[in-house]
């Protein structure tokens, strides 16, 4: 028996969605703020500080944390995430290929600097 062999490639209808320009807007969105809270969770994981612990903590508004803790703020700025961040223990750095740059919400720290791939950060 001869079958002819399906030359198309068949596409999930996720697939088929994402051709759609609003939606695939609509979902990158919605994903953005789904990862930031699943973000922000992952790093609270064993952290049982109250809102206010952790507003202190982070230097940061008791209604920022419980607004991001809860979902009603979907966007945050760098700044409050570093400090969110520093607050739970981690430290944040960008990577490019060989290039690390740490990334601090410190007060004191005034500049990051790279020279010929060598870091040179001023406190």
Do not use: C, W
């Amino acid at each position: 028996m001869n079958k002819k062999k399906n030359k198309g490639k068949q596409i999930s209808t996720f697939e088929r969605e994402m051709q759609d320009a609003k939606f695939k807007a609509a979902f990158d969105k919605e994903y953005q703020e789904f990862a930031l809270q699943e973000l922000l969770s992952t790093m609270s994981q064993g952290d049982e500080r109250s809102v206010r612990a952790l507003a202190k903590a982070a230097e940061l508004h008791p209604n920022a944390v419980q607004n991001l803790r809860s979902g009603k703020t979907t966007d945050i700025k760098l700044t409050s995430f570093l400090r969110i961040a520093r607050a739970h223990g981690f430290s944040i750095e960008l990577v490019k290929g060989d290039i690390h740059i740490p990334v601090a919400a410190k007060k004191k720290q005034t500049a990051i600097g790279l020279v010929k791939g060598i870091h040179a950060r001023s406190f």
